[in-house]
């Protein structure tokens, strides 16, 4: 079974990124989350597990996975003291995942955007690659620097913010705003909506979480 694993949240997710992802093949396995299996039911996707509380979803759906599919579930009390979406993250990490991509995480409920945000940091502790993608955005957590190539960027735009307190020593090379042994805090946008210059962007930094939101308008 291949190491890359796609969760399927609740969130907003358009058709066409959603099925482009899902329909690639070596796409070892499918967890569809809560009101994100209604979502797979539409296009006729067989997860290979499906987790949540369940009270946003179809519970005919969810019957149907689990009755006529035998698809595995992971059912928990509403009562819990994590989101559905981290419930699948810690599912797909003890299953072996070596990346995961998570689709709808996104949407009208910003919360759940920024819980969603902070789970990222779960796999990135154990060295697990993790992305939250959409039709614009690409969400992913740095611990460490790292280099951007505008062939394989995700849209015009970048943007970087602090997830867990002050990083010093932040570098930005190759781009249209650089910055040069910056202090980047939780508190400024300074960093928002920076662009290519070069081929490549390098970010350096001494210490701290970044976030790092690849983005473009269409």
Same mark, same amino acid.
């Given at each position: 079974?291949?190491?890359? $694993?796609?969760?399927?949240?609740?969130?907003?997710?358009?058709?066409?990124?959603?099925?482009?992802?899902?329909?690639?093949?070596?796409?070892?396995?499918?967890?569809?989350?809560?009101?994100?299996?209604? $979502?797979?039911?539409?296009?006729?996707?067989?997860?290979?597990?499906?987790?949540?509380? $369940?009270?946003?979803?179809?519970?005919?759906?969810?019957?149907?996975?689990?009755?006529?599919?035998?698809?595995?579930?992971?059912?928990?009390?509403?009562?819990?003291?994590?989101?559905?979406?981290?419930?699948?993250?810690?599912?797909?990490?003890?299953?072996?995942?070596?990346?995961?991509?998570?689709?709808? #995480? /996104?949407?009208?409920?910003?919360?759940?955007?920024?819980?969603?945000?902070?789970?990222?940091?779960?796999?990135?502790?154990?060295?697990?690659? #993790?992305?939250?993608?959409?039709?614009?955005?690409?969400?992913?957590?740095?611990?460490?620097?790292? /280099?951007?190539?505008?062939?394989? #960027?995700?849209?015009?735009? $970048?943007?970087?913010?602090?997830?867990?307190?002050?990083?010093?020593?932040?570098?930005?090379?190759?781009?249209?705003?650089?910055?040069?042994?910056?202090?980047?805090?939780?508190?400024?946008?300074?960093?928002?909506?920076?662009?290519?210059?070069?081929?490549?962007?390098?970010?350096?930094?001494?210490?701290? /979480?970044?976030?790092?939101?690849? /983005?473009?308008?269409?």
């Amino acid at each position: 079974m291949s190491s890359e $694993f796609v969760i399927v949240s609740g969130g907003k997710l358009e058709d066409e990124i959603g099925l482009k992802i899902l329909k690639k093949e070596h796409i070892g396995c499918v967890i569809g989350v809560d009101k994100g299996i209604e $979502f797979l039911y539409k296009h006729d996707i067989v997860p290979s597990y499906i987790v949540g509380d $369940f009270d946003s979803a179809s519970k005919e759906i969810a019957t149907y996975y689990r009755d006529e599919k035998n698809v595995a579930v992971k059912e928990y009390n509403p009562v819990k003291d994590a989101s559905d979406t981290e419930m699948a993250i810690r599912l797909a990490m003890t299953l072996g995942a070596k990346s995961i991509i998570i689709l709808g #995480a /996104t949407g009208k409920r910003l919360d759940h955007l920024w819980a969603n945000v902070q789970c990222l940091s779960i796999p990135m502790k154990k060295n697990i690659k #993790a992305v939250i993608l959409d039709g614009y955005n690409r969400i992913s957590l740095k611990d460490q620097d790292f /280099t951007l190539k505008r062939e394989e #960027a995700y849209g015009n735009y $970048f943007s970087v913010f602090s997830l867990d307190g002050e990083i010093h020593g932040v570098t930005i090379e190759g781009c249209k705003y650089p910055l040069n042994n910056h202090r980047l805090t939780p508190y400024d946008s300074l960093c928002v909506s920076n662009e290519f210059v070069e081929d490549e962007v390098s970010v350096s930094f001494r210490n701290g /979480t970044m976030i790092l939101m690849e /983005t473009k308008d269409k």
